[in-house]
């Protein structure tokens, strides 16, 4: 019989090796403890709202290599939208201002030189500040390596590194946004456009996916938790669901692709990120008279709001790094994030409309310089078992890019195991 590979967990991470597995002949059965596949990118709907919604707003980058190339395969590349071109359009609602971060389209970065395309009130060397995070060491935070005070602390490096990093950018490990700098603004404007799922994260990522595996005799077993992992000398032997038990035979493998907290309970001796920071998700339905055509993107500096995305009659708000906000009650949380959006969006004589207030209080683990050094790499003492997730060392942030990346990484070492 054609060994099996098993792969616990659908989040993308899961997805994606069961993909390049799916692809490259293997049989695979996937694992999922939810009733849905996606994990952390997902979306369902809101019956309050009256409407589908994501679990939370997910920003991508066209130079997310690896998060193209699975959308690629799985025929929806076509499902992420952006604005038009690379513009970053902010408002500070402390003084009012507003203004575009607006790379060029080559590689050369001539934007900084131009005033209107950088933040107000920096000048061009100010960027140069970038370049400190290529060789920074392991101990480096953002704020050391910026400074607190720079001219572009608080309205570029500070929002960058928590959006990117979803840990406030004085804890935040440094050595983390070199590599998001490096492929997305430091290949120019083509690679730095702002992306969303246009219909929907299920929509886009997970969905299609399925379907592909589907077509291909992958099986996808929901509502299926696996509560232990056998183990005999080098190999993974036998799973346990929960009085059904299932052997790994001689050439069988196995993904894990679950959240840390889980995986160490899987696997022994493993040594994974403990700490995690919230990402709160504010929704609100606005009239019809307010829906816009396209997404709209809005970075938002002094507010408690830190970005609009605004589709159709939803408007969307993302507050990264969240542990300020994250114990409030959502009725007082909400009144107080939708004045920053009608205020950002120009709404200021609309009563607040229907909301939903979604809270993952576990969104990332913490990306700090001693968590980060608690992500175990892809292979283990298992030859037959690899990790998977976007906390495992994939020298990437926990983001949608480098869960993908996580799964190809393990895909491959099965593959050639
Ligand atoms: C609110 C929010 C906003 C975000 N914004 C962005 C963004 O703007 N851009 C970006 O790139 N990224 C963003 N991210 C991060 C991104 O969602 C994650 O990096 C990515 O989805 C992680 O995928 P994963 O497969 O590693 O983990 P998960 O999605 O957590 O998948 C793990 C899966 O394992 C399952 N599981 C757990 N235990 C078991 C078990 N015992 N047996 C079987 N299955 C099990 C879980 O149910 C889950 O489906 C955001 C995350 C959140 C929560």
């Not at 929806?76 to 201002?97: C, I, K, M």
Request: aromatic share 8%; hydrophobic share 45%.
């Amino acid at each position: 019989m054609q060994p099996i590979t098993h792969v616990i967990g659908a989040g993308l991470a899961g997805l994606s090796a069961a993909l390049r597995l799916t692809e490259a002949g293997h049989r695979v059965v996937i694992y999922e403890a939810g009733p849905q596949a996606g994990g952390r990118c997902r979306s369902y709907f809101d019956e309050p709202l009256g409407c589908r919604i994501d679990n939370g707003n997910h920003l991508l980058m066209s130079g997310n290599d690896a998060a193209m190339a699975y959308l690629t395969l799985i025929g929806a590349a076509d499902t992420l939208e952006g604005p038009a071109d690379q513009r970053y359009p902010f408002v500070d609602l402390s003084t009012g201002e507003r203004w575009s971060l607006a790379p060029n389209r080559g590689k050369l970065p001539w934007w900084v030189l131009v005033p209107g395309r950088r933040v107000p009130g920096s000048r061009a060397l100010d960027y140069l500040a970038g370049l400190r995070f290529r060789k920074c060491g392991p101990d480096a935070t953002v704020a050391d390596l910026v400074g607190r005070n720079s001219r572009l602390y608080r309205r570029f490096w500070e929002p960058l590194a928590v959006a990117a990093l979803n840990t406030e950018a004085k804890t935040a490990a440094a050595h983390l946004l070199w590599p998001v700098l490096e492929e997305t603004f430091g290949r120019g404007g083509d690679f730095s456009r702002p992306l969303v799922a246009r219909d929907g994260l299920s929509e886009s990522f997970v969905d299609p996916a399925l379907a592909w595996l589907a077509q291909r005799g992958a099986t996808l077993r929901l509502s299926t938790r696996v509560r232990k992992v056998g183990f005999h000398g080098d190999r993974a032997v036998s799973l346990d669901l929960g009085g059904e038990f299932v052997g790994l035979d001689q050439g069988d493998n196995l993904v894990i692709a679950v959240p840390p907290a889980v995986a160490t309970g899987l696997v022994p001796h493993l040594v994974a990120p403990t700490e995690f920071r919230p990402i709160v998700n504010a929704h609100y339905r606005l009239d019809e008279t307010d829906a816009v055509p396209g997404i709209q993107i809005l970075g938002v500096i002094g507010g408690t709001a830190e970005w609009i995305f605004r589709r159709g009659t939803l408007a969307s708000v993302t507050i990264s790094a969240a542990n300020h906000v994250v114990d409030e009650e959502a009725e007082t949380l909400a009144p107080r994030i939708w004045a920053d959006v009608a205020a950002g969006l120009e709404l200021r004589d609309r009563a607040m409309p229907a909301w939903r207030i979604v809270k993952e209080k576990r969104a990332t683990f913490a990306e700090t310089p001693e968590q980060v050094k608690r992500r175990p790499e892809a292979r283990t003492f298992w030859r037959n078992l690899a990790l998977a997730g976007d906390w495992t060392d994939t020298g990437l942030p926990a983001t949608i890019e480098g869960a993908i990346r996580s799964g190809v990484t393990a895909a491959t070492l099965l593959r050639s195991a």
